[in-house]
């Protein structure tokens, strides 16, 4: 069983920074892959950025240039770092952990961002 715990979440001001961390406990023995994803109010949850297991990267076009998407594995860590955010970055953000053969899904409770103009 996986758990997953989002932090770092905060309100800022447009064009400022942000990093945003997952430190995941548990263990599936399952090859996987980490991602961040993020639900504004009264929207559906939508993709930001996916690491692969040889550093791989993958990020949405809203948010491409300036997100970092980033993993410690010895730490048992996933970051995200927000750079010159927007005021449509403002969501819920979330981590999810996916085993890959069986599908296998977890998600966390995430972490609120919020960017004022």
């Known amino acids: 069983q996986v758990k997953l715990a989002e932090s770092g979440g905060a309100s800022v001001q447009a064009g400022g920074s942000l990093r945003l961390s997952c430190a995941v406990s548990g263990y599936t023995y399952c090859r996987y892959f980490m991602s961040w994803y993020r639900q504004a109010p009264e929207k559906e949850r939508e993709f930001v950025s996916w690491?692969?297991?040889?550093?791989?990267?993958t990020y949405a076009d809203s948010v491409k240039g300036r997100f970092t998407i980033s993993q410690d594995n010895a730490k048992n860590t996933l970051s995200l770092q927000m750079n010159s955010v927007r005021p449509e970055d403002t969501a819920m953000y979330y981590c999810?952990?996916?085993?890959?053969?069986?599908?296998?899904?977890?998600w966390g409770q995430g972490t609120q961002v919020t960017v004022s103009s």
């Open positions: 999810k952990y996916r085993c890959i053969d069986s599908g296998d899904t977890y």
């Open positions: 690491i692969g297991r040889d550093g791989t990267t």
